[in-house]
């Protein structure tokens, strides 16, 4: 089944302590991103990826970093999350030139 | 910079009533455009998408959509609507192409069905 996976779905951590959220696609897609959604804000890219190898930052990159060492896995991480990073997490991937397919989503809580 | 809104928050729909949900967006070209539904606690599931060609756009689950470029507009439209139809709906637009800098998102809209 075509599918974007991440883990992990929930999680609750601590200010300052690093963390990393996989991502993984099966479709072979050129294109990933992530995405965290707030409400009354809808979805805000964070970082995107052509390729591997290359990433670029969203409209709200600071806190988080990301690294694309394989076509279908792009991991976000966060070195040392604050509580305004709480928040609803979505990665993506997609063809040039076509639809996004999205992933499940991760609650992350910072306290 | 490219930007989507839309207008209303919150719609209440009794069941069976027809339904559309505005959008406009703002774009230095044609862009692409979709329409995405999230049910709780669930991720974003496409509902239909605009690249080009007719204006009228078909989807799942009946919903369809019509592109308005004088009107910078793409509103989503469902002719009787079901209680399962309650959701958030999200506009996004895109450049043409679909580059990798991803989409951009309204703010959403939360439908609420009545009985």
């Known amino acids: 089944e075509a599918q974007v996976t991440q883990n992990p779905r929930y999680l609750i951590t601590v200010t300052g302590k690093k963390l990393t959220v996989t991502c993984s696609q099966n479709?072979?897609?050129?294109?990933m991103s992530w995405y965290r959604q707030d409400p009354g804000l809808g979805l805000r890219q964070i970082y995107y990826?052509?390729?591997?190898?290359?990433?670029d930052k969203g409209d709200v990159p600071e806190g988080y970093k990301v690294s694309r060492k394989e076509k279908r896995n792009f991991p976000l991480i966060l070195e040392s999350p604050s509580p305004n990073q709480t928040s609803l997490y979505f990665c993506?991937?997609?063809?040039?030139?076509?639809?996004?397919?999205f992933g499940p989503g991760t609650r992350l809580t910072v306290l | 910079a490219q930007s989507v809104t839309q207008p209303d928050i919150h719609i209440t729909v009794s069941e069976g009533a027809s339904l559309e949900l505005r959008c406009n967006y703002s774009?230095?070209?044609?862009?692409?455009l979709f329409w995405y539904v999230q049910s709780p606690g669930q991720g974003l599931q496409l509902l239909l998408k605009?690249?080009?060609?007719?204006?009228l756009v078909q989807g799942i689950k009946g919903f369809e959509a019509e592109f308005k470029r004088s009107q910078s507009s793409f509103n989503l439209r469902k002719p009787s609507v079901h209680w399962s139809d309650a959701a958030e709906y999200f506009c996004?637009?895109?450049?043409?192409?679909?580059?990798?800098?991803?989409?951009?998102f309204g703010k959403g809209t939360h439908l609420i069905i009545q009985p």
């Open positions: 993506a991937s997609s063809r040039p030139g076509d639809e996004q397919f």
């Open positions: 479709m072979n897609h050129e294109y």
């Open positions: 990826s052509m390729n591997v190898e290359v990433t």
């Open positions: 774009y230095g070209a044609t862009p692409y």
């Open positions: 605009y690249f080009s060609g007719d204006t």
């Open positions: 996004a637009v895109g450049a043409p192409g679909g580059g990798a800098d991803g989409l951009t």
